[in-house]
């Protein structure tokens, strides 16, 4: 299957020296469709291309151009640029460090869900897992991502599906689905809701899973159980206990969890 990924990239280390990147400031949405126009009429490749949407009527682009075929000095790009567009209002070359990454300090803060975001890569936030275990060894590591998982959960609730008045357990799901896969947190493959008292729901692509795969023996989504437990136990308002009883690192295809209601 090909796969999609969305690129967040607030900077990116250059393959070449023709890479640019320019920062500008756009009126109108026909801004968009006359800079695409320019680059492609010019021979300039888009590597990269980021908007920050409307606001006050302005919106802030971010792109980063392969200049290599365009074969005049590269300072002409942003003069033309203000004079093929009355929706550009402004342009300039976008800060670059150590001669090689090129980064924008116009697209600030991050909005995800209506609030700030942040974003952490999987392979610098998995060091939680090796700082958990070595300092408060397997279980208490394992009870605290658990902990970290339903607080997160609690307020993810709350915060997040609690405000789109979710009418039934199955929309709450679906509204979950659509958060995890925004999010990046992962892909619900399927669900089944047993009558009352049992639902079970299968993800893939878990990001801890997938981060400890090869490093552990059993199953690794503790904060994926943490949080599902405080998003059910919010919307139940009953205690539920979640267990994952499949998990990519044993092989499976999807991590598996089980919700149990508490009698
Ligand atoms: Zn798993």
């Not at 405000?163 to 659509?178: F, G, K, M, R, V």
């Not at 998990?247 to 999807?254: E, I, P, R, T, W």
């Amino acid at each position: 299957m090909t796969i999609f990924p969305k690129l967040h990239e607030g900077f990116r280390i250059c393959d070449s020296p023709g890479e640019v990147g320019i920062d500008l400031v756009m009126s109108s949405i026909t801004g968009i469709a006359d800079l695409m126009k320019y680059l492609d009429e010019n021979g300039i490749k888009v590597i990269h291309f980021d908007w920050s949407g409307f606001v006050n009527g302005e919106s802030r682009l971010f792109v980063i151009i392969d200049t290599r075929n365009y074969k005049k000095p590269k300072e002409n790009i942003l003069r033309e640029l203000k004079s093929v567009s009355r929706a550009i209002t402004e342009a300039e070359f976008s800060p670059v460090v150590n001669g090689k990454l090129i980064y924008t300090r116009s697209l600030f803060p991050l909005l995800v869900s209506q609030s700030r975001g942040i974003i952490l890569p999987v392979e610098v936030a998995e060091g939680m897992f090796e700082i958990f275990k070595d300092h408060f060894g397997d279980d208490m590591g394992t009870s605290m991502l658990y902990h970290l998982g339903y607080a997160v959960g609690v307020r993810f609730y709350e915060r997040l599906l609690k405000p789109l008045e979710p009418n039934s357990l199955e929309e709450l799901i679906q509204l979950l689905d659509a958060h995890l896969i925004s999010l990046g947190i992962g892909v619900m493959k399927d669900y089944y809701i047993e009558v009352d008292d049992k639902l079970w729901l299968r993800f893939e692509r878990v990001w801890e899973c997938e981060s400890l795969k090869g490093k552990v023996n059993k199953p690794a989504g503790h904060t994926s159980r943490g949080m599902l437990s405080g998003i059910f136990e919010g919307y139940l308002d009953h205690r539920v206990v979640v267990s994952e009883t499949e998990c990519l690192v044993l092989g499976y295809d999807a991590c598996k969890f089980e919700v149990t209601y508490l009698k």
